[in-house]
């Protein structure tokens, strides 16, 4: 059974951010993938410092208008798109004038990192998945990239469950080398049950919120992994040796990770039926 529907769920992408390596991964592989005859959709979060004039983004006001709550707090989404024109590709933006009007991304001008980037990206990863739902479009893949993605198969698999257009896709993990050094605040894991998550899931997040405990929390949950990054945390490379079952795709030359990415997501989908 071939993929036929991937869902890009992206950190970062360029142009509308500066170049780093998830950006440019973020940018030409939903165009590869999409050049090797798959449909596409992507997403990423809307930065206050991504200039919505230049990029001509505008606001899809069917996909807009919806409340998600997170610690009893009510915020509206915004969903906005744009194209990038050479890659006849549509990004579709998640905004929420509380998490993304700054003028940074995760870190304040001072270089020091937000404190609310836990709730960020619940709203971010909620965000996607219930646009997702609304165009009614079933990916077979999503493919995460970025720890502000890193929610996303803990929301499929438990909160998202029954959901006719979530249920049954297959959700890839990429690790980069992407560390945040200020660990989530302790209430994060409560945030998560609050939203339906099993205590026993929740149950090492409770000690470590760190980039790593959110890693492993993604790897616990994930159809598949891949190292996206030549290094990554060598604690997170062991813990995903004791995942006998899971499949892995070590690192990747830049010249040739579309086409092992591209299989990969066939191999997942086999695996687990």
Known sequence: MDAKKILFIAQEITP???????????????????????????FMPKFGNINERRNQLHEVIRLSGMNLIIDDTDH?????????????????????ED????KQTIKDESGNEYEDNDDRSIFYVRGVLETVKKLRWIPDVIHCHGWMSALTALYI????VDDPCLKDAKIVYSIYNDNFQIPFRKEFPNKLKMDGAKESDIKALKSDTSFVGLTKLAIDFADGVIQGSETIDQE?????KTKKDLPFLPYQAPDSYIDEFNAFYDVILDTSN
């Open 16 to 42: 509308y951010l500066p170049e780093s390596e998830i950006a440019t991964i973020s940018r030409n592989l939903p165009q590869g993938i999409q050049e090797r005859g798959r449909e596409i959709r992507t």
């Open 236 to 240: 997170l490379l062991d813990y995903i």
């Open 99 to 102: 998490f993304f009007q700054r």
């Open 157 to 160: 698999k438990r909160m998202y």
């Open 76 to 96: 509206p989404l915004i969903i906005k798109v744009a194209s990038i024109q050479s890659a006849r590709m549509q990004v579709y933006f998640i905004d929420n």
